[in-house]
């Protein structure tokens, strides 16, 4: 859908993509009209994004290139971890605060590596729900200070891994997701000869909300029920190892919108662990799980994208309600553990997509209709030449009864081909003349909006929305996506994003806006040069839970940090190639040698047969090839 040309200013920009409001300190729009990025937040340097992907370009990456700011990796622990530690000294609290990174967030090892980096001041250790992330974290972790907490459930050798761990005088917690795993863990510490660190999940009253909120609540998959807590903390007290039940956990889910719910779920969890302290189980630590929210949409509600709270809200809520409560139990403050993962890596990831095309449901073309024209045609222009503001909404109605009635005859055969092409062509101009009419206006009927989303031009990107946006398909998230430049110029098509997976399912339509939700994001007119979006604040969970779908795979992964003494104020340090054709084959168990032998076969038969010359046949072999060690997504020469 076009729009008309209006006066456009960097700071329409701005508020055109919401870009002031999600993108915290980190991300704006500079005086070049190009995305700027502060991977230090507001007081450090700001880059221009449009550099980056030009630096990419020369080192000949072809997009989809998703870029790492390994500086906002940093930025973002050391922010989290200050928070608390400040509101522990507002509050005047006993206790010291021990957070961690759930890998599962992002398993990536430079991500962990970064983290743990940046994390070694604060003591920041590391999560892991899985044996395999266990296997990394227990690897990775250098520092005996920090936790390492052990969620989900387990089995022997995920136990036996745990207690590798507690050999080697890691603080390493097992959280008890199910009764009969008490009884395992401490067969396992028995047989290995090493005292375990047992952690219990409760289940609260207490439900989040949103899109992640099935983590909580008295029907949540994990956690013990009072009565099993209970249970437990005997079995320990007859066996003597109550000094090692250290830990009290709860989770209320991921990206929890609501303040509310984490003021009372920390309340009621407190009060639990108050309880057990004075049972004679004395705790050493609070664990609030994950649930610090992001900011997707930037409008600082509790919609499901976003939160109606800040970091420092948070934080400040989560040691002020322990303390309330210890207080009011007079036991001591325990120390406070939390596990907020996407708060830290959201932000630090960018994708960037080429858009390589559009589809247009209106092109700048004459209306008109001449005496040879069918009558429908005519009857089409008649209404686009009377549309005004009184009869807009009526003239959509008399144009739909057209637009049928054209489709009807056509399947007759009573409409030939051309007048069926300007019938529909017609129609559009009429809708998008219609919907210029509505504009603005806080009334728009209902079959006047569904056609307005209807509209919307298709821009083509180069990139698979099941590898990279998959919580955007599968659960209706929201991401913040611009272009990222040309910003100095007034976008002239309101725009759908369509990805090149063979399903219908890889588009996305729906956008963040300053009043919610839009169908459709304003983007510019082709003009020749590569046009790339960004994708931000996708940090957390889209890269290992993207799959294969077609058989697009991992994308390219540039790392970026910045640099005062580079020209730019940034060098790449790591290129990780995207997955290659011959990669994703073999994850589907194709072999490349058996492909070409295959291919081989096939030409040779083509060259007895006169089909192919011997020459032709062996350089269509080479190109297989050759072809099998490329990118799997499209490559534009641009
Ligand atoms: N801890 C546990 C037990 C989780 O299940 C999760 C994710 O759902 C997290 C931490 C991380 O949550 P978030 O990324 O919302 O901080």
């Avoid at 250098?142 to 989900?152: K, M, R, V």
């Avoid at 990279?468 to 759908?496: K, N, V, Y």
């Avoid at 910045?562 to 997955?579: C, T």
């Amino acid at each position: 859908m076009h729009q008309t040309a209006t006066p456009w200013s960097l700071s329409q920009a701005i508020q055109t993509f919401h870009v002031d409001r999600w993108g915290a300190e980190y991300f704006g729009v500079n005086e070049k009209g190009n995305v700027s990025v502060r991977p230090i937040g507001a007081e450090g340097a700001a880059l221009d994004l449009d550099q980056i992907f030009q630096e990419c370009r020369q080192r000949k990456l072809t997009l989809p290139v998703l870029i790492r700011f390994q500086d906002i990796l940093r930025h973002r622990v050391c922010a989290v971890n200050r928070s608390f530690l400040a509101a522990i000294q507002e509050f005047s609290y006993q206790g010291q605060y021990r957070g961690v990174f759930p890998i599962k967030v992002n398993q990536m090892r430079e991500v962990v590596e970064e983290i743990q980096e940046a994390g070694r001041e604060f003591n920041f250790g590391l999560e892991a729900g899985s044996k395999p992330e266990l296997f990394a974290a227990l690897a990775v972790h250098d520092n005996n200070e920090s936790l390492i907490i052990c969620n989900g459930y387990k089995d022997r050798e995920f136990i036996r891994i745990a207690m590798l761990g507690r050999k080697l005088n890691k603080k390493v917690i097992m959280v008890i997701e199910k009764p009969d795993e008490l009884q395992r863990i401490l067969e396992v510490s028995e047989e290995m000869g090493v005292e375990p660190l047992i952690g219990v999940r409760v289940r609260l009253q207490s439900k989040g909300a949103g899109k992640w909120a099935l983590s909580g609540g008295e029907d949540a998959k994990f956690g013990l029920s009072t009565a099993e807590l209970l249970e437990c903390g005997e079995i320990l007290k007859a066996r003597n190892l109550v000094h090692c039940f250290q830990l009290l956990h709860f989770h209320v889910g991921s990206q929890v919108p609501d303040i509310l719910t984490i003021k009372k779920a920390v309340r009621e969890a407190s009060r639990f662990y108050a309880k057990l302290y004075k049972m004679g189980f004395p705790l050493k630590y609070v664990d609030c799980g994950g649930g610090l929210g992001v900011d997707y949409d930037g409008s600082r509600t509790s919609s499901e994208s976003s939160t109606n709270y800040t970091l420092n809200e948070y934080t400040r809520d989560v040691v002020y309600n322990i303390a309330d409560i210890c207080q009011e139990e007079d036991v001591p403050h325990p120390d406070i553990v939390s596990e907020g993962g996407r708060a830290i890596v959201a932000h630090h990831s960018v994708l960037l997509v080429e858009t390589f095309g559009t589809i247009e449901k209106t092109k700048n073309i004459e209306i008109k209709a001449a005496d040879e024209d069918h009558k429908l045609v005519k009857d089409m222009v008649f209404l686009i030449e009377k549309l005004n503001k009184r009869n807009r909404r009526e003239s959509v109605h008399d144009a739909l009864q057209i637009k049928q009635e054209a489709a009807n005859r056509f399947e007759l055969g009573l409409l030939d081909l051309p007048a069926k092409a300007k019938i529909e062509t017609y129609f559009w101009h009429l809708v998008e003349d219609v919907v210029a009419l509505y504009g603005g206006s806080r009334n728009i009927p209902e079959e006047v909006s569904e056609l307005t989303s209807q509209l919307g031009d298709q821009f083509l990107c180069n990139f698979s929305v099941f590898q990279s946006l998959i919580d955007h398909w599968a659960l209706g998230q929201l991401f913040p996506i611009m272009p990222i430049h040309r910003l100095c110029e007034a976008p002239s098509h309101d725009a759908t994003l369509v990805d090149i997976t063979c399903d219908s399912d890889g588009k996305i339509n729906k956008f963040i806006d300053n009043q919610g939700i839009r169908d459709t994001i304003p983007l510019h007119a082709p003009n020749g040069n590569p046009y790339v979006l960004g994708f931000f604040l996708m940090g957390a969970y889209q890269d290992v839970m993207g799959d294969l779908h077609n058989l697009f795979g991992p994308v390219t992964e540039a790392h970026i940090f910045l640099d005062p003494d580079e020209p730019d104020g940034f060098y790449i340090e790591e290129v990780i190639p995207g997955y290659s054709i011959q990669q994703v084959l073999t994850d589907v168990q194709y072999e490349s040698s058996q492909l070409a032998r295959q291919m081989k076969a096939q030409i040779d038969a083509a060259i007895k047969a006169n089909l192919l010359k011997p020459s032709e046949g062996m350089k269509l072999l080479d190109g297989y090839e050759q072809g099998l060690k490329q990118t799997t997504y499209l490559s534009f020469e641009s």
